[in-house]
């Protein structure tokens, strides 16, 4: 089965801050890849899908590129209300596994 | 408005069966395929299985397989989890979720990201 990581697993900015968190797959999976948002306590929400789609009402200071095994997920300009946990998921064939997650505070 | 309400969580015995139900409206059930992810406590994100539209096709992670049973009846609007066997690593939030694509029609679980979530219901498995 194909591993997904992510890196950091958690990290720390300032407002206004540009903020990256990467996303690997152990094997190419082409760019079937979302990412996810989850505030703490509350629902995940999807951000982007097919690697670099913004999802329709997300902020455009979110960002996905990547293709293969490598994807990052980048935050513009950082907002308190960012804070949050963020999980890439691969959906291009069984198990749709997650990433392992980032949690992403303000310093 | 797409709706998904999970139902039939609580508290059940190691060894013991549990069967969630999720019951989907604001949209045609029957083209879209569907999947639940849980969250244990404190703990990231884990995908546990998905079916097709049809009801044909059925996927489950490792952790869950020979166990767990997905199913829907679309003619209720409504997705299933049948769980046996459970254990404590099976302590978790569970969440329905729909799988989304670019058509109209997002029938195969493959290729089909998920959106949206519904609430969740939390199953806890103890003595």
């Known amino acids: 089965d194909i591993q997904m990581t992510q890196s950091p697993s958690s990290l720390s900015a300032s407002v206004g801050d540009r903020v990256t968190i990467t996303c690997r797959a152990s094997?190419?999976?082409?760019?079937?890849l979302a990412w996810y948002q989850q505030k703490t306590g509350k629902v995940p929400k999807l951000l982007i899908y097919?690697?670099?789609t913004l999802q329709s009402g997300v902020p455009s200071r979110f960002s996905g590129s990547g293709s293969g095994t490598d994807f990052t997920l980048t935050i513009s300009s950082l907002q308190p209300e960012d804070v949050a946990s963020y999980y890439c998921?691969?959906?291009?064939?069984?198990?749709?596994?997650f990433g392992p997650g980032t949690k992403v505070d303000i310093k | 408005e797409v709706q998904l309400v999970e139902s039939g969580g609580g508290l059940v015995q190691p060894g013991g069966s549990l069967r969630l139900s999720c019951a989907a409206s604001?949209?045609?059930?029957?083209?879209?395929?569907m999947s639940w992810v849980r969250q244990a406590p404190g703990k990231g994100l884990e995908w546990v299985s998905a079916?097709?539209?049809?009801?044909?096709?059925?996927y489950y992670a490792d952790s869950v397989k020979g166990r767990f049973t997905i199913s829907r009846d679309n003619s209720k609007n409504t997705l299933y989890l049948q769980m046996n066997s459970l254990t404590a690593e099976d302590t978790a939030v569970y969440y329905c979720?729909?799988?989304?694509?670019?058509?109209?029609?997002?029938?195969?679980?493959?290729?089909?990201?998920?959106?949206?979530w519904g609430q969740g219901t939390l199953v806890t498995v103890s003595s």
């Open positions: 097919a690697a670099s």
């Open positions: 604001g949209f045609t059930l029957s083209t879209y395929a």
């Open positions: 979720a729909r799988l989304s694509c670019s058509s109209s029609s997002c029938q195969s679980p493959p290729r089909n990201w998920i959106d949206p």
């Open positions: 079916i097709s539209g049809s009801g044909g096709s059925t």
């Open positions: 998921q691969k959906y291009d064939s069984a198990p749709f596994t």
């Open positions: 094997q190419g999976i082409s760019n079937y």
